[in-house]
T-cell receptor
Framework: QKEVEQDPGPLSVPEGAIVSLNCTYS??????FMWYRQYSRKGPELLMY????GNKEDGRFTAQVDKSSKYISLFIRDSQPSDSATYLC???????????FGKGTTLSVSS | DAGITQSPRHKVTETGTPVTLRCHQT?????MYWYRQDPGHGLRLIHY???????DKGEVSDGYSVSRSKTEDFLLTLESATSSQTSVYFC????????????FGEGSRLTVL
């Protein structure tokens, strides 16, 4: 089993929809959880991070971590065409030396 | 702008030739990374460095070597390129905070024919 599993999609939604992106992980020792956004032909950039369990909100984006289920989610409210990108979940490895990434989910928001 | 420059941005080469990708940072950060990104595999760690002359292997290090003789430069070398090394290579630096945030370069697209 891979350390991080993420459905690659693609996912297509109309403008204004609520989007739910998810990852599961295998190692209960992970503590830092992140979501990166990557536009086409660009490098990934950090969107949100969460420490341990709970929710974190930033504008239209909410990151959620459920450590009991080893499940992390990113919700996008009122999705916009500018949200069209690949979203990657990432976890910090146990040694704290690198990030382990999911495969990424490609999202397309149509106007 | 995290001050990361990758070169070359695009390269086409032939099987068996050596290739070196360069990552240059202006931030003086200690940790630097090389990842590769492929369809169906996402981002996978090749090697990373935690200081000058200090490097360690990642998940997919076979066929790659790295060197870091200066804080600002981290080189990735393919001694004898193979078609399976056709990929987009990203350099990243650790932001220095407690969250483990990485800042990525724009990527180097390598095609091995």
């Amino acid at each position: 089993q891979k350390e991080v599993e993420q459905d690659p999609g693609p996912l297509s939604v109309p403008e204004g929809a609520i989007v739910s992106l998810n990852c599961t992980y295998s190692n209960s020792a992970f503590q830092y959880f992140m979501w990166y956004r990557q536009y086409s032909r660009k490098g990934p950039e950090l969107l949100m991070y969460t420490y341990s369990s709970g929710n974190k909100e930033d504008g239209r984006f909410t990151a959620q971590v459920d450590k009991s289920s080893k499940y992390i989610s990113l919700f996008i409210r009122d999705s916009q065409p500018s949200d069209s990108a690949t979203y990657l979940c990432a976890l910090e490895n146990q040694a704290g030396t690198a990030l382990i990434f999911g495969k990424g989910t490609t999202l397309s928001v149509s106007s | 702008d995290a001050g990361i420059t990758q070169s070359p941005r695009h390269k086409v080469t032939e099987t068996g030739t050596p290739v070196t990708l360069r990552c240059h940072q202006t931030e003086n950060h200690r940790y630097m990374y090389w990842y590769r990104q492929d369809p169906g595999h996402g981002l996978r760690l090749i090697h990373y460095s935690y200081g000058v002359k200090d490097t360690d292997k990642g998940e997919v290090s076979d066929g790659y070597s790295v060197s870091r003789s200066k804080t600002e430069d981290f080189l990735l070398t393919l001694e004898s390129a193979t078609s399976s090394q056709t990929s987009v290579y990203f350099c990243a630096i650790h932001g220095g905070g407690t969250t483990g945030e990485l800042f990525f370069g724009e990527g180097s697209r390598l095609t091995v024919l």
